[in-house]
């Protein structure tokens, strides 16, 4: 296969990618953590996380972006402060997910990634909570600070356990049917 058809069905697979992500977004708007209703739980972790398995972290930066973007324009009410908190929290965990598979490509590797891949994400947000939460909120850091531990750092361990295990499930049939199709070799 030469390289503009391997290019153009990449681009097809991020673009279906990021649609599938936007729609399970908008499907599944869960929250988890009633001490803070604004933190709210979706699975397009999950999918991004695939294809960043599938071709590595810039994949994973550029489907986040898109569908961070349209999330903010559509369906949001967080605006821009949310869309960089989305971005930031899906590259800190699928970002770095896909890093580490990428060197530990088996399905231990996988494990170990996505494990790594909940403790960072969720140490990232809390330094990006106590810097961003205080303006989105319209409150003072004491009061982000005191939802750390019953609130804000659950939620980001729970949601990376919850996304690790769909991922965990649904990645190699997806990658198969991907195969099938051609989309991936």
Avoid at 78 to 107: C, D, N, W
Wanted: aromatic fraction near 8%; proline fraction near 4%.
């Amino acid at each position: 296969m030469n390289s503009n058809a391997s290019s153009t069905k990449r681009i097809i697979t991020t673009a279906m990618l990021s649609a599938i992500a936007y729609v399970v977004m908008v499907a599944i708007h869960l929250n988890i953590v009633p001490a803070a209703p604004f933190l709210t739980y979706d699975p397009k972790d999950v999918i991004i996380a695939i294809g960043g398995f599938i071709y590595g972290p810039a994949e994973v930066l550029i489907i986040s972006l898109i569908v961070s973007f349209l999330e903010m324009i559509t369906v949001s009410d967080t605006g821009i402060i949310g869309f960089v908190m989305q971005v930031i929290a899906t590259m800190s965990y699928a970002g770095v997910a896909a890093i580490i598979y990428k060197r530990l490509h088996t399905k231990r590797g996988a494990l170990i990634s996505l494990c790594i891949a909940t403790i960072s994400m969720a140490i990232i947000m809390v330094l990006w909570n106590l810097l961003l939460s205080p303006l989105y909120l319209g409150t003072d850091r004491a009061t982000v600070v005191a939802m750390l531990a019953p609130a804000i750092i659950p939620f980001n361990v729970l949601k990376g356990v919850i996304n690790s295990a769909v991922v965990m499930l649904i990645y190699k049939p997806t990658v198969r049917a991907l195969r099938k199709t051609g989309f991936v070799t």
